[in-house]
Structures are given as C-alpha cells and as structure tokens.
C-alpha cells in the first residue's frame, strides 16, 4: 500500500531543464550578469587591479563559507566562526607584541605564535564538538553562546584596544604577493581545490554527505558518524583562525572586532551557493561561486558611490534576490 | 458483562457497505461492509497489508473510498474534507497517541474548546473540569503533569478520554496495546468494557487473538482487501479465525521450497546466550553455511533488535556472537561489517539509504577502503563495483549516478542489499528485505537471497511476513522477548501463526 507513496517521482514539470544541473551552475549566469552590469556602471570595474581587490576581499570570507559549508553538510550549525577569526590570532598577536600597546610583552617566537594561532582554532572547534556530539546539546544554541562568550573574551583580552606593530612574520600570510597575486587568494584557492577534491573523491568527504543526508544510514553504513561530526567542527575552527591570520596579516593589525558580523555573510554565500541548511546538498564549488557573486556586488556598490549608509539595505536586498533567482533556476527548495 | 441486545438500540453507531479502495494498481479494500450497533466491541483482524489501516482510515475519515457508503447513527457520513464534523461521529485511537506532549493533560484534554474558544483561558476551570472527568473515569491522572511525562497507557487512557469527551459513540481503536504490557493492557480493557456499557460502539483492532476473544462480541476478518469472516465470537473457535486470517498463504508463495542446499556441519554464525533488555533475552542459535534460518516475531515483538545487535547497531548486555570462530565485539558497526556480517535494516528509508545520494555512492558506502588507497575513493572502481551490482541484482536505473530518490521502492530496496553484500558477507542479516515492494523485484531479492546462501553464507532472515519466511530452512519464533519455538519445514502457517500471536491453535 505504502510503495506508491513512497515514489517521489511526481515533479514539477517546469524548469526541468535547469533541474539536471546542479545549482552551483545556475550562479554562473548570475555571476556573469553582474559583472556586464559592474563594467557598464562603472570603467574601474573589470581594471585587473579592481578584481584582484574583489578576489583579496573574498578570499577571508571564502575560507569561513568554506568552513560552514562542511559544518552544514554535515547537517549541523556553527555560529561561532566569526568569533574565532577575531580570538585565534588575538591570542597569537598578544603572544607577540610588547605590554605598551596591550600585548603580553613576552615577545614569542612569531612562528610559535601562529601555531598557537592556530591551535586555539583547534581547541575551540575541538570544545564545540564535545558540546554538541558527546553532550548532544543543539549545534545552533551551542555555537551561539560561543560567538558571545569568544566575542567576549577577545573584547576582555585586548580591553577594547587594538594590537597593531605585529612582527612581519606574524603578518606575512596576510600581506605576501606571489607571483603579482596576494598570498590569501593562493592559499585560499588551494583549500578549495584540496577541499573540492577530498569532498568527491575522499571516503571522508563522501561520509560528510552520508551523515548530513542521513545519519542512521550512514551509521547501519559502519560510518562513524559521531567521531567525522566531531572533526568537521575542528577543521572549520581551524580554517576559520587561519583566515583571522589571515585578515590581521593583511590590516597589519588585530581589533577586538575583527570577524565581527562575518557570519551574517558567511551563511548567505553558502547558502546561495546551494548549500542546503538540512544537510547533506550542495558543493564546494557552488559555496565559492556564492562568495565571489556577493564580492562582486559589494564591489559594484561601494564603486557606484552609494551612500555608505544604504549599502546594508541593498546587500540584505540582493542577497534576497540572489537566493530567489537560484531557487526558481533549480535550486532545491527548504524543507523546513 | 452483559451485552445490549441489538434489538433495544436499532439505529448502528456505524454501517459502511461495499467499500472500496484502490491505490495505483494495489486493490487495498473490495467490497468491505461492517456494522457496529451500540455496546459492541467488534474486532477487526488481519494479517499486515489485509486492508485494516485502509479500513480504519476510511472509516476516521482520512481517507475517501472510491466507493460504497457510511452512515454514523442513521446520518449519511459528512464529506472527508470536514475534519471537524468526523470528529464529532468518530473517535480514532492510535497506536502512537496523538497527543502534544509539551502540553498538561488538562490541556490536551480540552484542546478542541481552547482552539475554538473566544476571550481567555480559565485555568481554574480547565483543572477544575479535568479532574472531574479523569475522576469519573477512574483514570489517575493529574491534570497539571506534562502529557509526555505519562507512560504508554497512560496517554492511550487520555486519548480515549478526550475522545469520548468529545461525545462521539463511535470509537475506533487502533492497536491500542500493541506498546502497552501486561498491566496496562489489563486497566485499557477494563475502560473499553465502561465504555461499551455506556453504549459506545467500539471497533477494536488487534494483533493479540486472546484480547479480541477476551473483549469482543463480534469479530470482522480481512485478508487481502476482502472480508473472509464476519461473525459472533460465541462459539467461534480460534483456529477457524486464524484460518481466516491467513487462508492457504504458503501454496501461492512464489518461493515455496526455492531453498539453497545446505553445506552440512559448518556452523558459521554462533549466537548464544544473547540478551538485550526490554527486547529480547537469552536468545541462542546457530547458523550453518548455506543455511537460511528465519527469526518470526509479532511487530513490537523486539525481532529487529537481534539483527541491530548482529550487525553492530545495537549493544548486547549479555551473550557473545561468533561468526566463523570470529567474537564479534559488539556496538561497532564498522568493525562487524569488516568481521563479514552483511546488513539490510528495517526501514530503508530511515536506516538504510541517504536518498539524496547516487545508487553508487549508497551501495558502496560501506566499502570505502576496498575503492582505492589511503581513503581515495576511485570513481572507476566504485562505477566498476555499482555495475556488475547493479546487473546482478537487476536494479532498473539509469545507471550508477542516478540519485536513490527516483528509483521505485524496489528497486531501492535492491540497493539497500546491494550495500549488504558489498563485502561479500560470510553471514547476512536482514530485516523484513522485501516490505513494501511489488512481485518482480521480491523475486528478484530472494533470487539474490538465495544465490548468496548457496555461495555458503549464512543467511539470517527477520521478518513476520509468511511469504518471505518460506524460503528458510528453519524458523525460530520470537515472543515475549524468547525464542519459544523452532520450525521445520513442511511447517503450516498457521501453526507458526498462532505460535507468533501466543495462543495454541
């Protein structure tokens, strides 16, 4: 009686052909669309100098998309991210500035400090797994009260001051050009392509799909859905304090704010880059198609001149749009 | 108990006559008439898919039939679509209540008043109410207390509550003591006999023979869409009921004796002294190559919980399982696959496939490490490996990278098994294999069955459906949490039926 309904072969007849591909395609026309309107508003816009700032620019945010982009298929949440990319490199930067200007006046190694950097990444996504997997508390309520308590730490740690006169090793990473291109766009282009990879063709990756699709058939699957969540959270916390070293490398400086509402960004591009919120869908590829479409219009409007006080409301609104045009182009629908 | 003659009451709580309903090309009900007068409890029996959840859900109005007509109390039955006026003629019960757990049971218990209520709600007189009617009905339940903090039969009595509160005289109980245990079912039958006396009709569906024979005056039987019995129970003897409920089921089995040879004296799976508690204790068997040895067991009977335990799902609190001399550790899913235990779960939707992905990338999840080198999944050896599945199973797809969701339930249940075998299983378990999908495709998994017991597997099959067990060697039935009883072929089904329902033929 049931086998019929089970069939989900009734689908919407319209746009079938848009449905065969994948929704990290359909930006592509988006994508393109922006940049003839970019060129026309403005002669700066395609100046091979102008797209370099938008690829810089979206670099730091990509390595966060790239990050919750995990998280999500996986089908959980991480909030906190954007509270890691200030705390990480404020505790690295601390190690290594003088007690004048707020630091520890320890003077470390720098290259210790950006371990340390980097390890506090580690333990805090290491803490958000612990919370969620082994406790079973909800990812979104969890990363939550960590973006308040990091964002608080780090405001405590620098005492609402900013560190700045970071030894060059320390901002190396942020600031570097290789080969006429910023250092970040490399790095930040190799871990999507790694990433990318890994997420076809790494038993891992395909896990992370399995687990956000379905975690009790991933399970009778012999994944090890409990221990591959747990480690999704590390890596996203990880990448997201390398892009906070990545950042202070390139302002050459660490605020208390540093990451601030990244997060609000974060989700938009992943989630027009087709990342379903239910787990389990969606690319790297598409997540880093939707980065670089919001680093487009980011760019269009501040070139355009628009008065720096509308340029949120236009954002919220074309991001808005940007999710309708993929979802009426074959992106799937919420199930929520 | 005492039961009004009908002749005092002459207008039915309920008469539904010829219904019937077809779903695509399944004929789930034909022709079904019933009769309820009130202060009769009349049961409604059936093996799985007799047509009963259909009937029930016609009757609830969930469900329009495509033909034959209703009458509640001399009233023609009100259009499906008016939820509101069903619920004033007929009450349904569910298996799994229907309540708001979050919710007191005051409030569940008059949450048709509050929807429809103007102005505020009076607490006062909400308790006030509740504790009247719990009081009358002899139920002790408090009033404040969350709903989901009630047991089983706690929230079944509140249901019950609500819905005669609600004035129909026409109740339907839905296997309402298919979660309950002995105490419970107890009190739940003492309420339905207040009930009956009260002159409600009540149709009373069961697995559980001996409650039917203990509750009900009169009893309808269903098999395959169509009424086979409809008669008092005075002096109706079991073993006709169960002959009506399972007619001639083996001599149709399109398996029958389609068994593989056994490789005699080589016990490759060792069970013993397994317990798992609250679903089965001190289970102990043995599984020869070649050998097909069948687990039969009521739904709720805890049959699935040894296949969980085999495959590694679920921990054993005692017993140990060997598999080829092998102890197999236990909660360790991966470790068990590896080991060479093969596994098809209960539920092919819940456990046994992530629909969104590709048929490959389901019948190979469980094999990563045979696809290439230090985690690197190769897409030639996975389509390799998803093709020379694909054609030994049969699945009908178009082809290794077409998502699982748009196949037919056969044909994903066929990748369900095509995932348990991917290692080559020395032992393979499985639960139900062949629920839910049509004709071709449950011979096609028996083929595949079989063909893998004859390459000297040990096959362990799960199921409370006669058809798929007839392809064992033997049969071992599961009830109340023990392995009470062991058949050999040539079995009569329903000998193994009422050995399954707990009562002797």
């Known amino acids: 009686m049931s086998s019929n309904?089970?069939?989900?072969?009734?689908?919407?007849?319209?746009?079938?052909?848009?449905?065969?591909?994948?929704?990290?395609?359909?930006?592509?026309?988006?994508?393109?669309?922006?940049?003839?309107?970019?060129?026309?508003?403005?002669?700066?816009?395609?100046?091979?100098?102008?797209?370099?700032?938008?690829?810089?620019?979206?670099?730091?945010?990509?390595?966060?998309?790239?990050?919750?982009?995990?998280?999500l298929i996986a089908g959980k949440f991480d909030l906190s991210l954007e509270s890691t990319v200030g705390l990480a490199p404020m505790i690295g930067g601390w190690l290594v500035t003088t007690a004048a200007i707020g630091g520890s006046g320890w003077m470390v190694n720098p290259y210790l400090a950006i371990g340390v950097t980097l390890l506090?990444?580690?333990?805090?996504?290491?803490?958000?797994?612990?919370l969620i997997v082994k406790l079973g508390?909800?990812?979104?309520?969890?990363?939550?009260?960590?973006?308040?308590?990091?964002?608080?730490?780090?405001?405590?740690?620098a005492s609402g001051k900013t560190l700045y006169d970071l030894p060059p090793e320390f901002t190396y990473l942020g600031s570097a050009v290789w080969f006429g291109v910023p250092a970040s766009i490399w790095i930040c282009g190799t871990f999507f392509a790694v990433g990318t990879f890994l997420m076809r063709y790494h038993r891992f990756g395909r896990a992370i799909y399995a687990i956000g699709g379905n975690p009790e058939a991933a399970r009778a699957a012999g994944i090890r859905v409990e221990r591959v969540t747990w480690i999704v959270f590390v890596v996203a916390s990880l990448l997201a304090a390398l892009a906070g070293l990545l950042l202070s490398g390139r302002l050459?400086?660490?605020?208390?704010?540093?990451?601030?509402?990244?997060?609000?960004?974060?989700?938009?591009?992943?989630?027009?880059?087709?990342?379903?919120?239910?787990?389990?869908?969606?690319?790297?590829?598409?997540?880093?198609?939707?980065?670089?479409?919001?680093?487009?219009?980011?760019?269009i409007l501040t070139l355009s001149q628009i008065a720096s006080f509308w340029i949120d409301a236009a954002f919220g609104a074309i991001i808005l749009i940007a999710l309708s045009v993929v979802r009426l182009t074959g992106g799937a629908r919420s199930q929520s | 108990m005492s039961t009004p003659a009908p002749s005092l009451n002459p207008a039915p709580v309920v008469v539904a006559v010829g219904l019937s309903k077809r779903f695509g090309v399944t004929k789930a009900l034909s022709d079904v008439s019933l009769c309820v007068f009130p202060g009769e409890v009349r049961a409604l029996v059936g093996r799985n898919g007799a047509g009963k959840s259909t009937l029930v859900s016609i009757l609830a109005g969930m469900t329009a039939p495509d033909s034959g007509s209703i009458h509640f109390s001399g009233i023609s039955a009100p259009p499906t679509h008016a939820r509101e006026l069903w619920q004033s003629k007929v009450a349904c019960v569910y298996q799994h209540p229907k309540i708001i757990p979050t919710l007191s049971c005051?409030?569940?218990?008059?949450?048709?008043?509050?929807?429809?209520?103007?102005?505020?709600?009076?607490?006062?007189?909400?308790r006030r109410a509740a504790r009247e009617h719990f009081d009358r009905w002899g139920l002790t339940i408090d009033g404040d207390a969350l709903a989901g903090t009630l047991n089983m039969g706690q929230r079944q009595l509140l249901e019950i509550a609500r819905a005669v509160r609600q004035g129909s005289r026409f109740l339907i109980l839905d296997e309402p003591t298919a979660k309950l245990d002995g105490k419970e079912v107890d009190r739940l039958l003492t309420h339905i006999r207040e009930?009956?006396?009260?002159?409600?009709?009540?149709?009373?569906?069961?697995?559980?023979?001996?409650?039917?024979?203990?509750?009900?005056?009169?009893?309808?039987?269903?098999?395959?869409?169509?009424?086979?019995?409809?008669?008092?129970?005075?002096?109706?003897?079991?073993?006709?009921?169960?002959?009506?409920?399972?007619?001639?089921?083996?001599a149709g089995g399109v398996l029958a004796g389609a068994r593989a040879a056994i490789h005699p004296r080589v016990a490759r799976l060792k069970v013993s002294r397994l317990s798992c508690p609250g679903s089965f204790e001190n289970v102990s068997f043995e599984v020869q190559a070649g050998e097909c040895v069948g687990i039969a067991g009521l739904a709720g009977s805890g049959k699935e919980a040894i296949g969980e335990v085999l495959a590694g799902l679920k921990l054993a609190e005692a017993g140990t399982m060997l598999l080829d001399g092998i102890h197999l550790p236990g909660g360790n899913v991966s470790w068990h696959n590896r080991a060479g235990i093969g596994f098809v779960p209960q539920d092919r939707h819940r456990e046994g496939l992530v629909l969104g992905m590709s048929v490959a990338d389901n019948a190979t999840m469980a094999v990563p490490d045979q696809l290439g080198k230090a985690g690197f999944i190769s897409p030639s050896a996975v389509a390799r490996a998803t093709r020379h599945i694909i054609q030994e199973l049969d699945i009908k797809t178009a082809g290794p990278g077409e998502i699982v969701s748009s196949l037919s339930g056969?044909?994903?249940?066929?990748?369900?098994?095509?995932?348990?075998?991917?290692?080559?299983?020395?032992?393979?378990?499985?639960?139900?294999?062949?629920?839910?999908?049509?004709?071709?495709?449950?011979?096609?998994?028996?083929?595949?069955?079989?063909?893998?017991?004859?390459?000297?597997?040990?096959?362990?099959?799960?199921?409370?459906?006669?058809?798929?067990?007839?392809?064992?060697?033997?049969?071992?039935?599961?009830?109340?949490?023990?392995?009470?009883?062991?058949?050999?072929?040539?079995?009569?089904?329903?000998?193994?039926?009422?050995?399954?329902?707990?009562?002797?033929?």
Not at chain 1, 120 to 130: C, K, M, T
Not at chain 1, 137 to 157: D, E, K, P, Q
């Open chain 1, 137 to 157: 508390l909800n990812a979104f309520i969890v990363t939550l009260s960590m973006l308040i308590l990091l964002r608080g730490v780090t405001l405590g740690m």
């Open chain 1, 5 to 71: 309904a089970l069939n989900p072969a009734a689908r919407k007849p319209y746009l079938h052909l848009f449905k065969v591909m994948p929704s990290s395609v359909a930006l592509i026309p988006v994508l393109v669309l922006l940049l003839i309107v970019g060129s026309v508003a403005n002669d700066a816009f395609l100046l091979p100098a102008n797209l370099l700032t938008i690829l810089q620019q979206s670099s730091i945010i990509a390595l966060l998309v790239l990050a919750e982009s995990l998280v």
């Open chain 2, 410 to 505: 056969g044909n994903q249940q066929k990748v369900v098994l095509a995932r348990a075998l991917a290692r080559d299983p020395a032992a393979l378990v499985l639960i139900n294999p062949t629920c839910g999908v049509d004709v071709a495709s449950r011979i096609a998994l028996f083929r595949a069955i079989i063909r893998v017991a004859s390459r000297g597997a040990a096959v362990l099959l799960i199921s409370d459906d006669l058809e798929e067990l007839e392809i064992c060697h033997r049969i071992w039935v599961l009830r109340s949490r023990h392995l009470t009883r062991e058949f050999v072929p040539p079995w009569v089904a329903r000998d193994l039926v009422a050995e399954m329902e707990g009562m002797a033929a």
């Open chain 1, 120 to 130: 506090v990444g580690i333990l805090i996504g290491a803490f958000n797994g612990f």
């Open chain 2, 106 to 126: 005051a409030e569940n218990l008059f949450l048709h008043e509050i929807m429809r209520g103007r102005g505020l709600i009076s607490w006062k007189a909400m």
């Open chain 1, 252 to 299: 050459g400086a660490i605020t208390a704010q540093q990451g601030g509402n990244m997060i609000f960004t974060t989700f938009a591009a992943a989630v027009i880059g087709g990342i379903s919120l239910n787990g389990g869908k969606g690319s790297l590829a598409g997540a880093l198609l939707g980065v670089l479409l919001l680093g487009v219009v980011t760019n």
């Open chain 2, 195 to 250: 009930l009956k006396a009260l002159g409600v009709g009540i149709v009373f569906v069961s697995h559980h023979l001996d409650e039917v024979f203990d509750i009900s005056q009169t009893v309808t039987v269903l098999r395959d869409g169509k009424k086979m019995l409809d008669r008092a129970i005075a002096g109706l003897a079991k073993g006709e009921l169960i002959e009506a409920m399972v007619g001639d089921a083996s």
